[in-house]
């Protein structure tokens, strides 16, 4: 019995959640929105948005205890460092939260439980903070800043 519960408790959320299929959902949302937002739309490459929805899934899929599948393919995220290239300010920031949280929210009550939903958006609101890597003032408000 205790060792049942023991069990339940480690178990990674990946195994909760209807597993790739639940991640490749929630990215298809987020990128819906993020492809819609002048802010961060010019950031990707639109010729490669199926490799950017492939690798954000898999990346989710092996944090959230799913396939190591992302670091056979990518090798260590070090997401720091690959989001180098992109001045990413705290409006970016907030608006890439905007659409992973309707994302998050997209997903219905049988899909993910309170909990793990909280902790989601617990995570993406901590990593996300984690990517900025600009301080660039966004004096026009569209995410692009004004020439120094
Ligand atoms: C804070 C604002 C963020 C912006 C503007 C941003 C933007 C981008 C862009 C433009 C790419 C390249 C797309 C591609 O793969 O072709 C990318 C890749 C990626 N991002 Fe973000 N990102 C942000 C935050 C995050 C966060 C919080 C995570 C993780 C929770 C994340 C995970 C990833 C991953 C896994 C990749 C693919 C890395 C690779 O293997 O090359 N990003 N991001």
Redesign the pocket.
């Known amino acids: 019995m205790a060792d049942e519960l023991l069990a339940e408790e480690s178990q990674p959320l990946y195994e909760r959640v209807d597993g790739l299929a639940f991640f490749e959902r929630l990215v298809d949302r987020f990128y819906v929105g993020v492809m819609a937002d002048p802010v961060?739309a010019r950031?990707?490459?639109a010729e490669?948005l199926d490799?950017?929805r492939h690798?954000?899934t898999l990346?989710?899929v092996q944090y959230w205890g799913g396939p190591d599948t992302y670091n056979e393919q990518?090798g260590h995220?070090r997401?720091r460092m690959?989001?180098a290239p992109?001045e990413?300010t705290t409006l970016?920031?907030d608006r890439?939260l905007v659409h992973m949280n309707a994302a998050v929210d997209g997903a219905g009550e049988d899909e993910l439980g309170a909990e793990d939903r909280s902790a989601m958006l617990e995570y993406?609101a901590m990593?996300?903070d984690h990517?900025?890597n600009s301080g660039g003032l966004s004096l026009r408000g569209d995410g692009t800043t004004l020439p120094s």
């Open positions: 961060l950031f990707y490459d490669d490799g950017a690798r954000l990346f989710l990518r995220p997401l690959r989001h992109y990413i970016a920031r890439w993406f990593a996300a990517m900025i």
